[in-house]
């Protein structure tokens, strides 16, 4: 399985970006995961391999949302309100489990990070 990020960049604060991840197989949940200098990799999003169940960590419901296209096999994350805490190296991941996780050892592909910074 092979996961291609992209669409990160430099913002100001209240901005928005799209980021974007093609991959190579439909069947899988999809999720987004950020990690900023000296913090732990966290959830962002995820959807399931069709589409119907998306989920969001608290610290960005309502200002993020999770899609995918999967005639185009690409996943994307829609960012607005976008903050200077939002900055980060973002990953997407590809998992094969039932539920599309919140947790990285819920995932078994990576690809590689986007930067987004957000800029006060």
């Known amino acids: 399985v092979q996961l291609q990020a992209s669409g990160g960049g430099l913002v100001q604060a209240g901005g928005s970006l799209r980021l974007s991840c093609a991959y190579s197989t439909r069947t899988l949940n999809m999720g987004w995961f950020r990690q900023a200098p000296g913090k732990e990799r966290e959830f962002v999003a995820a959807?399931?391999?069709?589409?119907?169940?998306?989920d969001y960590a608290d610290s960005v419901k309502g200002r993020f949302t999770i899609s995918r296209d999967n005639a185009k096999n690409t996943v994307y994350l829609h960012m607005n309100s976008l903050k200077p805490a939002d900055t980060a190296v973002y990953y997407c991941a590809a998992g094969t489990r039932l539920l599309a996780g919140t947790s990285p050892p819920e995932y078994d592909y990576w690809g590689q990070g986007t930067q987004v910074t957000v800029s006060s």
């Open positions: 959807i399931r391999w069709n589409g119907g169940i998306t």
